[in-house]
């Protein structure tokens, strides 16, 4: 993925390690700062890449600029993890220090190969008069995370694209290597996916054209296509910038979306699916470029970049910006992804307890000292409608607010108009989907701190976002009209 339009970068090999010392502890004293997420120790973070299993253990790296909340010159930097909860920072990992990555180490994936772990990735270059180059790179890790590149890059753009070619998934089918990724076509200037094959990793890649997934314009690119087997079905997992919101609707400055099929047949370039068009992946405010892998038990998992292109956040002013969700599980229901958190989340909480009420009405604290890391299971009994606060002040005029109605014409949506300091107003305050009618609403939701993750009737829909509000506002309560019966367990969670 790329946005920079600066025409000057830091040399990676003049990064000051003392002003990085600063930058990192000035993070670390960030009341908004993240305790159970990936995030960065200093400057912005953007795309998951590489996530992967091997050796024994999961991996993710994530798009790294350490000076600021800027797209500067981007490294990717590595995670390693037993769990896929518990992270270790590795450090730096890959490196723009090559003529085919010289002003950045761009967005890629990675594959298991014999006992080696390959990466492939875009490496961004601009010439004289600042024209850009993209080259699709590849690099060996081996078991100890050293970390060694291709002499020459593996693919170079064709003619029929633009500039715009970039976010490399190398997958093997077979005895052949399959590589998607983001493009805008020349001709039309509309996003595409293109696919190569090759029967050689090093060798010759084979231009296979574009993917065949949808009649319908997907906008002006498409950026961090992914292909993952759910259940045994492919699911397309991509970001389509400039789509036109008549094909399916979205408020966010651009969107992560998924098309479920039932067959993809990769020489052809083709899915099949009868799916009528493109459906959000998370109906939140603040997901994009999420990265899915098959483990090598086939389980699909997927983790997502919290932030937005072209967006800025309060804590820019603290020289830090963004995160990483949580990784979630994947599986298909009637055609639709199923989303929820991995089992060994569960490993975070603290001692638990039971809320329970009858009847609620007017307003009915929960927890009135939750602080601001912890999970709440909720359920909420059909022909309900009210509002569940969080992050509020000791009257709840001040909050994260969930409202909700259960019964005729169901929704669920969710407002941080009031949750502290606003942000991005211009894509609105509010997010909201419908629900089945006259049913019971399950949420499951983890806070971090600015971090909020919502999955609703167990994963059917998500809604991440973020959020600023005063750390002393940590007070949870319902409120209602009328009667209102619920019933759930609040568990504190502990530090990653």
């Known amino acids: 993925m790329e946005w920079t339009t600066e025409k000057r970068y830091l040399p990676y090999n003049k990064w000051d390690a003392e002003t990085l010392l600063d930058l990192q502890a000035q993070a670390d004293q960030s009341q908004s700062q993240l305790h159970y997420h990936i995030r960065p120790s200093s400057g912005l973070l953007n795309d998951p890449n590489g996530f992967s299993f091997f050796n024994g253990a999961w991996h993710v790296f994530y798009q790294q600029y350490p000076f600021g909340p800027v797209h500067g010159l981007k490294s990717w930097h590595h995670m390693k993890s037993a769990d896929l909860v518990h992270w270790e920072d590795m450090g730096l990992a890959v490196k723009p220090d090559t003529q085919f990555d010289s002003h950045g180490a761009y967005s890629g994936s990675a594959t298991v190969i014999n006992d080696k772990l390959f990466l492939m990735y875009t490496g961004n270059v601009r010439d004289q008069d600042w024209v850009r180059h993209s080259y699709q790179n590849g690099a060996w890790m081996d078991q100890t995370g050293h970390i060694e590149k291709l002499a020459q890059p593996l693919i170079e753009a064709p003619d029929h694209v633009t500039e715009h070619f970039r976010d490399p998934q190398i997958l093997k089918r077979g005895d052949k290597y399959y590589a998607i990724l983001g493009a805008q076509d020349k001709e039309t200037e509309t996003g595409k996916i293109a696919i190569f094959s090759a029967s050689d990793l090093t060798g010759k890649w084979t231009d296979l054209g574009y993917v065949n997934f949808t009649d319908k314009d997907m906008g002006y690119m498409i950026e961090c296509p992914n292909l993952v087997f759910v259940d045994d079905q492919p699911v397309l997992i991509f970001c389509p910038q400039g789509l036109d919101k008549k094909i399916t609707p979205y408020e966010n400055i651009y969107p992560n979306m998924y098309v479920a099929g039932s067959k993809f047949k990769f020489d052809a370039g083709k899915m099949t699916t009868t799916q009528a068009a493109p459906i959000n992946l998370d109906d939140g405010f603040d997901v994009y470029a999420t990265q899915a892998f098959n483990a090598p038990d086939g389980k699909a998992y997927a983790i997502s970049w919290v932030g937005l292109p072209d967006i800025a956040y309060p804590t820019d002013n603290e020289n830090w910006a963004n995160c990483l969700s949580q990784v979630k599980e994947l599986s298909l229901k009637n055609g639709r992804l199923i989303q929820r958190p991995v089992a060994a989340m569960g490993t975070l909480r603290q001692a638990g307890h039971l ?7 007017g307003r009915q604290v929960v927890e009135s000292h939750a602080g601001q890391q912890y999970e ?91 959020y600023f509000a005063d750390q002393k506002n940590d007070k949870i ?20």
């Open 355 to 361: 809320i329970r009420t009858e009847k609620v009405i």
């Open 376 to 466: 709440l299971k909720i359920t909420i009994a059909r022909n309900q409608n009210g509002t569940l606060h969080l992050a509020g002040n000791h009257t709840v005029d001040q909050s994260l607010q969930l409202n909700f109605n259960t019964g005729k014409d169901a929704f669920f949506e969710i407002d941080r108009s009031k949750a502290g300091q606003t942000f991005n107003e211009k894509f609105g305050v509010t997010r909201k989907i419908r629900l089945p009618e006259n049913q019971d609403l399950d949420l499951d939701i983890f806070i971090d701190h600015s971090l909020a993750e919502v999955f609703i009737n167990n994963g059917e829909h998500v809604m991440t976002l973020r």
């Open 477 to 496: 309560a319902l409120t209602g009209k009328d009667s209102l019966n619920y019933y759930g367990t609040f568990w504190n969670l502990a530090d990653m």
